[in-house]
């Protein structure tokens, strides 16, 4: 009899529990929200992976602007291109600041890194240096020849080291692609050698932590959203990551002392060398302002450039390669034009990019299909505000789907279809709040133009020297793998010879 009692007033507790939130979220004029809302998980039992198809399905059915909570946080949850809008022009200064999460602390941290660190004078300054110092036009222009070289030294490889009936690890060929451009770019240093599977050391344990790294970021941290249970020691992610990160910190501080070392020995001074690195610049601050610009402070800065310049740029080239082999009347095409546009007697160069819209249209709808961010990172509100008419509390953590507007329907015509017509005629814009694939406002993406000059020469090499096939008849498999930057779940391996047509050219590299 007791125990009826108590499963009695249990049940009436829970029942007065969600009707009195449930009332006094309509009486606060927040954003439509889903019942019921759990006490202490919240919404937390609707999501299950990938995070973003989740996400997207909360919205189709209950609207493009939902209040969640995640625990013990507030969440608004967009996925529309108005909302968005209103979210990055009138609202942006308020959703300025990033929340404080794991994947922020492993990135860098909340302080040091000009993706998590708090809108405010130190985030103004990292987003200086990088869109002055490091990101300029001018900057990335000094590293033209770097790039010209990677593009060919990938090219090399491919023509000496495999054949039509050999099947390429494109993944790799990909990733080893953009390291070894940025890391040259960054310290000078190229990390995969002249052949196909040798590589530096430093360049294996670069690539363990860089594995571990997004391991980490994609694996769901139940700490950020419940925080009591990492004081009873129950998230274990907190033990790698601070493994993860005393591994980055000894990488990155002996990169440095390497170039300091160098620089102490005249060789940086050396006439014949005509660019500094990113770290060199970065270490001539630290010569003014020591304090500031301190050893661990450029190494989680380089870091963060390393973790958004590498991997989410080589997995758009692999998603597209795949949408390519797909569609070979598209790969085609884009042959022609460049055949047409830059002819069979020299190689691609970035300055072609803005005279082949039609590569720029593949590029933007691989962006639109297979976006590198599809959940941009979250926000968070500094104070309150309106959108779409609701008051959003401050302290409210935005996450904007991308990768839902980009696949609406109301939006797009048959946006599961590979369609890179759609993008005819915009010359090379995004559409508008539809299809921003780097993110917008203040915290939008500063290394967009070097992802767009990288992702554009490369894929203007393969296109024009080599003829593409899958391993047999069956479609490239286009499955999503688990990761905050949407990998495929399968490795891209294809086939691939050198187009007769510039057989001469190919010959001289």
């Not at 919240?42 to 999501?47: A, C, E, R, S, V």
């Not at 040798?198 to 594995?211: A, P, S």
Request: glycine share 8%; aromatic share 10%.
């Amino acid at each position: 009899m007791e125990f009826s009692y108590l499963y009695i007033s249990i049940i009436f507790l829970l029942s007065s529990f969600l009707l009195t939130s449930q009332f006094l979220h309509k009486f606060s004029n927040l954003p439509p929200s889903i019942f019921p809302c759990l006490p202490i998980i919240g919404h937390l039992y609707l999501l299950k992976p990938p995070l973003y198809k989740t996400l997207a399905k909360i919205s189709s059915k209950n609207g493009p602007i939902l209040h969640l909570k995640f625990g013990s946080r507030r969440v608004l949850l967009i996925s529309s291109p108005s909302a968005s809008e209103e979210c990055f022009t009138k609202n942006d200064i308020i959703f300025a600041n990033r929340p404080h999460t794991l994947f922020g602390k492993i990135i860098g941290n909340n302080y040091t890194s000009l993706a998590s660190s708090s809108y405010g004078d130190n985030w103004r300054n990292l987003r200086r240096i990088a869109s002055i110092e490091i990101l300029s036009i001018h900057r990335i222009n000094e590293f033209h020849d770097i790039r010209v070289e990677e593009g060919k030294f990938m090219i090399r490889k491919l023509l000496m080291n495999f054949n039509y009936s050999s099947p390429v690890n494109m993944k790799s060929v990909f990733y080893e692609l953009t390291l070894n451009m940025m890391m040259r770019m960054i310290s000078g240093k190229r990390y995969f050698g002249n052949e196909i599977y040798q590589v530096d050391e430093e360049g294996k344990r670069f690539r363990e932590i860089m594995n571990e790294m997004f391991l980490l970021a994609g694996a769901a941290n139940v700490g950020d959203y419940l925080p009591f249970l990492s004081r009873f020691g129950v998230n274990s992610l907190q033990k790698k990551l601070l493994a993860l990160q005393e591994k980055r910190n000894v990488f990155f501080q002996d990169l440095i002392d390497q170039l300091r070392k160098s620089k102490l020995g005249g060789e940086v001074a050396s006439k014949k060398k005509k660019k500094k690195t990113m770290i060199e610049v970065l270490l001539e601050l630290q010569e003014s302002d020591p304090e500031y610009y301190n050893d661990a402070m450029i190494g989680s800065f380089v870091m963060g450039l390393l973790s958004a310049g590498t991997d989410s740029t080589a997995g758009t080239m692999e998603w597209a390669l795949s949408l390519l082999l797909n569609n070979p009347q598209v790969l085609k095409k884009a042959q022609n034009e460049i055949d047409r546009q830059v002819g069979k007697d020299r190689l691609v160069d970035e300055s072609d990019i803005i005279s082949l819209p039609y590569l720029r249209c593949i590029i933007n709808e691989t962006l639109r299909m297979y976006p590198g961010g599809p959940l941009l990172l979250p926000h968070e509100s500094s104070d309150a505000c309106v959108i779409g008419g609701y008051k959003i509390p401050s302290g409210t953590m935005l996450f904007v789907n991308q990768w839902a507007i980009q696949h609406d329907p109301k939006l797009w015509t048959d946006p599961e279809n590979f369609n890179p017509e759609r993008f005819e005629g915009l010359d090379g814009t995004r559409d508008g709040f539809k299809h921003m694939p780097f993110g917008s406002g203040r915290r939008s993406c500063p290394g967009e133009g070097l992802a767009v000059r990288v992702v554009g020469l490369s894929l203007g090499l393969l296109i024009q020297c080599f003829d593409w096939e899958r391993l047999s008849e069956e479609m490239v498999d286009m499955t999503e793998g688990p990761g905050v930057t949407m990998p495929k779940a399968e490795p891209l391996v294809a086939k691939c010879k050198q187009r007769l047509e510039v057989q001469n050219l190919l010959s001289k590299l």
